[in-house]
């Protein structure tokens, strides 16, 4: 159906900010890029991974850990979604993922059908 590219992980230190990009290739069968939710998630070593926001349907959705420093905004243009990170925090360092399923059904785990490779981010103290 729809094929994900995330890139834009990287070192930074505590406080810096990072853009994460998700590229999306929409099959000729997968309907348009405007009718995917598009979600990021992460995974620390050692945790299960979670959810960090998703973008669908004119709907935003933040995990309460990143309001205020993670935006999540789609570029239409371009059939990106990309994940703005402020005030990056040796917390937030994991493996990001972005995802998606065609429609809305909410920020479930188990709705995202695609996922792209993960890209890594690494925060130092």
């Known amino acids: 159906q729809v094929q994900l590219v995330d890139v834009g992980g990287g070192l930074v230190q505590a406080g810096g900010a990072l853009r994460l990009s998700c590229a999306a290739s929409v099959g000729a069968s997968g309907g348009s890029f405007m009718e995917y939710t598009i979600g990021w998630f992460r995974q620390a070593p050692g945790k299960e991974r979670e959810f960090v926001a998703a973008?669908?349907?004119?709907?935003?959705y933040s995990a309460d850990s990143v309001k205020g420093r993670f935006n999540i905004f789609r570029d239409s243009a371009k059939n990106t979604v990309n994940l703005q990170i402020d005030s990056l925090k040796p917390e937030d360092t994991a493996v990001y993922y972005c995802?998606?399923?065609?429609?809305?059904?909410?920020?479930?785990?188990?709705?995202?059908?695609?996922w792209g490779q993960g890209t890594q981010v690494t925060v130092a103290s």
């Open positions: 995802a998606a399923y065609r429609g809305w059904q909410g920020i479930g785990y188990t709705h995202f059908d695609n």
């Open positions: 973008n669908g349907w004119g709907t935003t």
